[in-house]
């Protein structure tokens, strides 16, 4: 068939110790604990670009979990996304060790000011030749909230309300402030940069405000390729708006595929077209040879995890302390101040009590997991993709970097022989190896009105 299209794959990760399948840290193959030293992060990188991945998402949160038993003990212990560090800061030596390989970087809104945060995209878009997105993150943990001086977090959807202030400032920045041209450097003439050619930001928003230059010169992409997860209504809204590539949270293709149309129907809304989003989920693949040995590892992988970590961390997403309720007692969910998603999915999966969501974390984690020899995975992967209507995967890691090694010299192969994987990296930026279309912006983003 001639109409299949390719995967989208990005490895997914975060600069910790535990990520999503917690208390995997311990499995004697896992080099996890490496993650503050830079050689973990560049051989990472070079095997995923061997793997011809998208790219590396890094996930991060700014605070700690401390929802679960009133306190960070179990998080210390388990190594639940803490401690953490910059993921930002990864990003120039794994961009030196790599030609093609995207990096898409978390960031928080409330955390940073769009005006030195605009040029620190610029910076490492520039030093890696067009291949930054950013993930737009508006907070989720009081902890946080308190570490940057509020008393907690702001509102749901007023987060979101200073997510579109900030975005419609940076996009001044990225897009209108300096020309096409401006920068000549030319020695004879003396003239680095043509003064007319760079204009003020003039913005008073409802939460920021600014009158200044963009302090650095364009970048490849100019404004980074855009993530986001949210599908909670106001969620939907941003997305359609401003995403350009989508994290959903959904059981089966069925789920995926529901969630899909309504963000492609937002992004219509919104003035743009469905096919200028890419969508992904969540997922992780134990592969092996065959069959029974998939299954070996993943019961050998089992062994290691750590279910009570994992409801740890969907307490810190939900806003609930599940370990108030005994194993059968009914939870009451309400609605919470923090990812709301995540609350109706728990809801919708009749996950209504504490022994049902230890069930589910039997892997560390809520994510779903595939588990078979390459045949079997690559049915899988094809089913979430055409039945769920998405577009790729963010692959999590299981075992560090073992998950990513399997799935590279096992899966990508058998896709790549059904047509449904890249065999070769195409040229240009991120925003271009994903919608084939160029560098930039397309016209009917809200980014591109920006421009001169």
């Known amino acids: 068939m001639t109409d299949k299209k390719y995967m989208h794959v990005n490895a997914f990760n975060m600069n910790c110790v535990g990520h999503i399948h917690h208390g995997l840290w311990t499995h004697p193959r896992d080099q996890s604990t490496q993650y503050h030293t830079l050689k973990y992060w560049t051989d990472i990188a070079k095997l995923l670009e061997k793997g011809l991945f998208d790219g590396i998402f890094i996930a991060d949160v700014v605070g700690y979990y401390d929802v679960y038993q009133r306190g960070v003990d179990l998080t ?7 401690p953490v560090n910059n993921p930002w800061l990864l990003v120039s030596a794994m961009a030196a060790v790599t030609e093609h390989l995207g990096f898409g970087l978390t960031a928080t809104v409330n955390a940073h000011q769009p005006y030195t945060f605009a040029r620190d995209v610029s910076t490492l878009d520039q030093l890696s030749n067009g291949r930054i997105g950013w993930n737009i993150v508006t907070g989720y943990v009081d902890s946080g909230a308190r570490g940057l001086g509020q008393d907690g977090l702001a509102d749901h959807d007023s987060r979101y309300d200073r997510a579109d202030d900030f975005l419609a400032l940076a996009y001044k920045f990225w897009e209108g402030s300096w020309e096409d041209g401006a920068v000549i450097a030319d020695k004879a003439r003396r003239i680095h940069t043509l003064p007319d050619k760079v204009h003020p930001v003039v913005h008073d928003g409802p939460f920021y405000r600014a009158n200044a230059i963009h302090m650095s010169a364009p970048s490849p992409q100019r404004t980074p390729v855009l993530f986001q997860a949210g599908t909670s209504q106001r969620g939907l809204q941003f997305a359609g708006q401003h995403g350009e590539g989508i994290f959903i949270g959904a059981r089966t293709p069925e789920a995926a595929r529901d969630a899909s149309r309504k963000l492609r129907a937002a992004a219509v809304a919104a003035g ?7 969508i992904y989920v969540g997922a992780a693949v134990v592969v092996a040879p065959t069959q029974a040995e998939a299954e070996e ?7 290691y995890a750590s279910a009570e970590g994992g409801l740890a961390h ?24 923090a990812i709301q998603s995540a609350v109706q999915a728990a809801q ?20 779903n997991t595939i588990v078979g020899d390459p045949q079997q995975v690559a049915d ?3 089913r979430w993709i055409d039945v769920g209507e998405i577009d790729g995967f963010n692959l999590t890691r299981i075992v560090v970097p073992e998950t990513w090694e399997d799935f590279v ?27 084939g279309r160029g560098d930039g912006l397309p016209a009917n983003h809200p980014g591109a009105q920006q421009r001169r």
């Open 272 to 278: 743009r077209r469905p096919d200028d989003i890419k």
């Open 314 to 337: 969907f307490a810190a997403s939900t806003g609930v302390d599940f370990a108030q309720y005994d194993l059968d007692e009914p939870i009451v969910y309400g609605q919470g101040n």
């Open 76 to 82: 210390l212990r388990e190594a639940i996304q803490l």
């Open 348 to 367: 919708q999966q009749g996950l209504t009590t504490r022994r049902k969501l230890l069930e589910q974390f039997s892997l560390g984690s809520r994510y």
């Open 380 to 382: 899988a992967l094809e």
């Open 409 to 435: 010299s096992l899966a990508v192969p058998e896709l790549q022989n059904r047509g449904r994987y890249r065999t070769r990296y195409e040229e240009g930026s991120l925003r271009h190896k994903l919608f």
């Open 297 to 303: 590892k993943y019961a050998d992988y089992l062994a």
